[in-house]
């Protein structure tokens, strides 16, 4: 992972996205406007991205270019050209604008959008049926002996005109996605509609900002219907770790809040769980007596990084295997931009959670995004579920759930992949899946 000074010109994704989406907005309320959008890496949900690409369809360019120069959150116009302004925002972020007309915006966002090797391989595929793939059209090479392309309006009608099934922009990144979108086998990728719930979060107990009762109140107005708390562990003081009396005493009023809710009132229930501390022989900061009057537990490492792979890998190992430990938290311990993750096999602890139906955690802390998208594809295929948590520390925090989907499409997850969408009923057995 390269050092803070090399990422000066890297932005974290959750770190642009609500000014990205203002001059979205910005931009498709200018009434030469015909259509907009942000196209690559944003739209790709990159974990960190470079600068923010928009693309508009206009018939009149000037006036687009013109409105977004100088909209107020612009600072420094780098390059204006007929068709495109480079400019870079008062956040630092560079920002590019690229206008087309309306027949052009199809082949213009696909090119934006997908990666460099996503767009080579389409251009090939355009190739072997014989035409020409560009930014602005497809025209056949051969006009006498290949038929014209029927009309294009969007991204869908270029990649049918390929026989392709149109991917995910997420999954635009030349991982089988366009095989799979030529055999009619692409996934029905999560949404957040599907969500219902989430498991690993703070309250005032340990280190979040806001009550228990302020955390269920923010969840219940989300439209959640169950919430987990996972406070962290007595070995974590610096972040004022509950003890055991202090957890029983969580779960006693957990319990208590929950007597409000009947299936007749407020369709939510509050879950009790821990943020246990996997100590650095993988042992548990609490004992499996503890946890099992626990409705769940996420097991993290939060000290002691700097051991070998090897041994990293099995005291992670030993934690999974602990039939207590439903979950494994923020795989890694990444900080993006900021802390390398610590040397971890990957492969063999996503085996070990297959081998003992441990979920996997997909921290959506925009810091974290981890277990990294790349390894999602990976863990599905061997059986292993995902489990999307903000790791809230205050009720704004559940906002990274937007971004723990974008990373979670990127994995190709679907609906059936993440447990935070099963019903509560299904919810509650798949937390009881290891347990004796
Ligand atoms: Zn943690
Ligand atoms: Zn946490």
Redesign the pocket.
Same mark, same amino acid.
């Given at each position: 992972m390269p050092s803070n000074e090399q990422n000066a010109q890297h932005f974290l994704l959750g770190a642009v996205a609500g000014q990205a989406e203002f001059i979205l907005d910005e931009l498709k309320s200018h009434s030469d406007c015909l259509r907009a959008e942000i196209a690559g890496s944003y739209r790709r949900g990159n974990e960190t991205l470079q600068n923010l690409d928009f693309l508009v369809a206009t018939s009149h360019p000037e006036a687009v270019l013109d409105f977004f120069t100088q909209l107020p959150e612009v600072t420094t116009i780098i390059t204006r050209e007929p068709s495109h302004a480079s400019v870079v925002l008062d956040t630092g972020v560079p920002c590019e604008l690229k206008t087309v007309s309306n027949a052009a915006f199809p082949f213009a966002l696909i090119d934006l959008t997908g990666n460099q090797e996503h767009n080579i391989a389409l251009r090939r595929i355009a190739r072997q049926q014989g035409y020409r793939l560009t930014e602005q059209q497809l025209t056949p090479i051969d006009p006498p002996n290949t038929p014209a392309t029927r009309e294009i309006h969007d991204e869908a009608d270029l990649y049918a005109a390929l026989g392709l099934d149109c991917p995910p922009a997420e999954l635009r990144e030349n991982q089988g996605e366009l095989q799979a979108a030529a055999e009619h086998q692409l996934p029905r990728l999560i949404e957040i509609g599907n969500l219902r719930g989430t498991f690993h979060n703070h309250t005032t107990a340990s280190d979040g900002q806001n009550t228990l009762i302020e955390m269920t109140n923010a969840a219940i107005e989300l439209g959640l219907q169950y919430l987990g708390i996972a406070d962290h562990s007595k070995s974590s003081t610096q972040c004022n770790g509950l003890d055991e009396k202090q957890l029983l005493n969580q779960l006693r009023d957990i319990r208590n809040i929950n007597e409000n809710f009947t299936d007749e009132n407020i369709d939510f229930r509050l879950l009790a769980g821990s943020?246990v501390d996997i100590h650095e022989d993988g042992s548990l900061d609490f004992n499996d007596e503890l946890l099992s009057q626990l409705d769940y537990s996420v097991a993290?490492v @939060?000290h002691a990084f700097e051991l070998s792979e090897s041994a990293m890998t099995q005291r992670i190992i030993r934690a999974v295997e602990n039939p207590h430990v439903t979950m494994l938290? @923020?795989l890694t311990g990444r900080l993006l931009l900021k802390t390398a993750p610590y040397p971890v096999d990957i492969p063999t602890i996503i085996d070990a959670c297959a081998a003992t139906n441990t979920i996997i955690e997909l921290n959506c802390n925009p810091w974290r995004l981890d277990m990294d998208w790349r390894w999602w594809k990976l863990a599905k295929e061997k059986g292993v579920k995902c489990a999307i948590n903000p790791?809230a520390h205050r009720a704004q925090d559940f906002d990274s759930l937007f971004f723990g989907i974008k990373i979670a499409r990127k994995g190709w997850l679907t609906a059936q992949d993440v447990i935070n969408c099963l019903p509560r009923d299904q919810m509650l057995q798949a937390l009881q899946v290891k347990r004796p």
């Open positions: 943020e993290s @939060h938290g @923020h790791d």
